[in-house]
């Protein structure tokens, strides 16, 4: 069992921006990060392939957020600049032990953190 471990949320004014971590416990394969806002459904936002070569982001994010990964440490970030209001949610951390492609549905992810809050409002 890999345990997920996420920090870096905070309050922050649109147009700033923000770094999410997530530590994992154990070997994982491809790694991403979804977001809920109140009332919405779980929503995928990035995933990375463990040797890092493969990306993907929905579309709201693209060219504002990075997702990089640390294979040494079990790491894995997300860079969010350009922050809108739009973009506040609770932030998970994903990751599986089985997928090898960045897939953008939650099932296809065996660990999950515990969520850290991003706001952004002025």
């Known amino acids: 069992q890999v345990q997920l471990v996420e920090s870096g949320g905070g309050l922050v004014q649109p147009g700033g921006s923000l770094r999410l971590s997530c530590a994992a416990s154990g070997r994982t394969l491809t790694m991403g990060w979804f977001r809920q806002a109140p009332g919405k459904e779980r929503e995928f936002v990035a995933g990375i392939t463990r040797p890092g070569i493969s990306t993907d982001y929905v579309d709201s994010v693209k060219g504002r957020f990075t997702i990089s990964r640390d294979n040494a440490k079990n790491t894995v970030a997300l860079q969010m600049n350009s922050l809108k209001p739009e973009d506040t949610a609770v932030y998970y951390c994903?990751?599986?032990?089985?997928?090898?492609?960045?897939?953008?549905?939650?099932?296809?992810?065996?660990?999950w953190g515990q969520g850290t809050q991003v706001t952004v409002s002025s």
């Open positions: 994903a990751a599986t032990a089985s997928w090898t492609t960045v897939g953008r549905h939650s099932k296809e992810y065996d660990y």
